[in-house]
């Protein structure tokens, strides 16, 4: 069991999100930063789909009543065990009793904690990820408070195993995913482009655009010099999408992210590529990003060759279970 | 029919099937939403209809944009062929104004009617469900009569409780789950909207025809008691 001790900012059981129920407007929720959460899964012999917690800024205190085997991957949040600071993207044995706390967010603004097994929640819709408005799904559908209690899974026999094993045992990390102070997230052009006019279209791939503090799971606003249509218009809500970046009558666009609503009538300017989610996912109020085209061949180019890599690090993970075991 | 194709980004495809809301291509998004939830192609993770597109996701691992580009082109060719799928009708008891409907004055005033005249033009509407979105099991409906259209709110509410029956503009529909929202409330159904345990976990979907029937709030209680019974 994970016993909270200290809840944090905003601590939500995550899993990689609920697929297939967008058209009853159901959100997909899931990780903001999926690439961490699947890592972070394979590192302690998980499904990558498994429900893992995405720790947010201000971490929580957490002990665990029993041995387990956790991985911690995306933003470095200072974390420390039982006062020790700890390393990030590898496999850690910890001890019954021991305590989870975190420190200064020093790169990134969320954290993965991945647990051997699993958070075992019910799945709702397919799906253990937290849908805070709705209030289902994750941990009774809200974020995580002091005194709640958090299931795990069952182990595998090999994950059993390596939780006998000492801290240290493990040594080999994952090299870190890179996430920057002012990152360039490259982006498609999106599908109401050319309704802006061509200082616009020129300005969103050439200016800096701040994160502002309106920003959550649901979006990111950005701040920035004002984007404006070439002529007004009034359009016919669709389907958005993971990274869609809207721009309302205000001009300052907005990224939406895995809270998203399923359906918007603003005019989208731009899409992330997939394989950038995580670097706008990480970023921290007031920090800023600039936008650089990419086509939509290369960017479905990257997310395979991303795909292929995972398998990859799947693989290596595998071979060191093997070695330690 | 003129149908066009766009990438929304690297994951997913638009299928355009018209620029305007109207009936036709109202049952042309009907019949492709048929078509995507019989065939399933393997590369489709999921499909999102809405007033004149239907967003279909994909993974790219299994396809790139050209190649479902190119089979959705080839599914949409049989697409005349089909019968249009017999649209369900779903009545809405609804308990008008009071504390249920605060802005029923409002709307009946900004149209010069009585109370009395707004819920008579509202329960006797023809509806249809455009599209879900927004919410979980939120209904963008069509139809409703101009007699009775209203402004959205100048500055949005913060909590509009669940399952209150709301009019902004030409349109009508109902708040599934309890969240902030602009649009002028006129009444409560006892039924619930969002089932999360249930498949489909919403109570409309996209091209459901709809009837408002006025209850009373004795009837709205009783009704509460059992929110997902078709009848008290």
């Given at each position: 069991m994970l016993k909270i001790l200290k809840s944090g900012l905003q601590t939500t059981v995550q899993d990689l999100g609920r697929t297939g129920f967008q058209k009853y407007g159901v959100i997909a929720s899931g990780a903001m930063d999926p690439y961490a959460h699947r890592l972070a899964n394979l590192l302690v012999g998980n499904n990558e789909q498994a429900a893992a917690l995405e720790i947010t800024l201000a971490g929580p205190v957490i002990e665990f009543t029993e041995d387990v085997l956790i991985a911690l991957c995306g933003g470095d949040l200072s974390p420390q065990l039982d006062g020790e600071a700890v390393g990030?993207?590898?496999t850690l044995a910890v001890a019954k009793g021991s305590t989870l706390t975190f420190g200064e967010?020093?790169?990134?603004?969320?954290c993965y904690l991945a647990i051997a097994g699993g958070i075992d929640v019910p799945a709702v819709m397919g799906s253990r990820s937290t849908y805070l408005r709705a209030r289902i799904g994750g941990f009774q559908g809200r974020a995580l408070e002091k005194g709640d209690e958090l299931p795990i899974g069952d182990a595998t026999q090999q994950q059993k195993a390596l939780q006998q094993h000492g801290e240290n045992d493990f040594d080999w990390q994952l090299a870190p995913a890179r996430y920057f102070e002012e990152p360039v997230i490259r982006m498609m052009p999106g599908r109401q482009f050319n309704l802006f006019d061509e200082d616009s279209k020129k300005r969103i791939f050439s200016e800096a655009y701040t994160v502002s503090a309106n920003s959550d799971r649901m979006g990111y606003r950005l701040e920035g010099s004002g984007l404006a249509l070439k002529t007004p218009a009034e359009l016919i809500s669709e389907a958005v999408a993971f990274g869609s970046v809207q721009v309302p009558a205000d001009g300052n666009p907005i990224v939406l992210l895995a809270d998203r609503q399923t359906t918007g009538g603003y005019p989208k300017i731009g899409q992330v590529a997939s394989v950038d989610l995580p670097l706008i996912s990480q970023l921290k109020q007031g920090q800023q990003l600039r936008f650089k085209e990419i086509s939509v061949a290369d960017a479905q180019q990257r997310w395979i060759e991303q795909e292929q890599s995972i398998h990859r690090i799947k693989a290596a993970i595998q071979l060191k279970w093997e070695e330690w075991t | 029919m003129n149908i066009s194709f766009s990438p929304l980004g690297d994951q997913a495809i638009v299928i355009e099937l018209g620029n305007e809301i109207n009936e036709q291509t109202e049952q042309q998004i009907r019949k492709v939403a048929a078509l995507l939830e019989s065939r399933q192609p393997e590369w489709m993770t999921e499909f999102v209809p809405a007033f004149v597109t239907v967003s279909v996701f994909y993974d790219p691992c299994l396809?790139?944009?050209?190649?479902?580009?190119?089979?959705?082109?080839?599914l949409l060719a049989h697409l005349g062929e089909d019968i249009p799928a017999?649209?369900?009708?779903?009545?809405?008891?609804?308990?008008?104004?009071?504390?249920?409907?605060?802005?029923?004055?409002?709307?009946a005033q900004h149209n010069k009617l009585t109370p009395r005249e707004v819920i008579d033009i509202h329960t006797a509407g023809n509806y249809s469900v455009h599209m879900i979105g927004f919410a979980p099991g939120f209904p963008f409906i069509g139809g409703m009569s101009e007699k009775i259209a209203a402004p959205r709110r100048d500055s949005p509410r913060i909590r509009i409780p669940e399952r209150t029956v709301g009019i902004a503009g030409m349109q009508t529909g109902v708040y599934p789950i309890e969240t902030p929202g602009g649009w002028q409330l006129i009444g409560k159904t006892p039924l619930r909207l969002f089932r999360p345990e249930n498949d489909p976990p919403t109570l409309l979907q996209a091209g459901d025809k709809v009837i408002f029937k006025e209850i009373s709030e004795d009837d709205y209680h009783a009704w509460e008691e059992d929110p997902d019974a078709e009848n008290p």
């Open positions: 990030t993207w590898r967010p020093r790169i990134g603004a969320r | 396809a790139l944009y050209d190649k479902v580009k190119i089979e959705l082109e080839r017999e649209s369900r009708t779903v009545e809405i008891p609804v308990c008008y104004g009071g504390k249920f409907g605060p802005d029923l004055e409002f709307v």
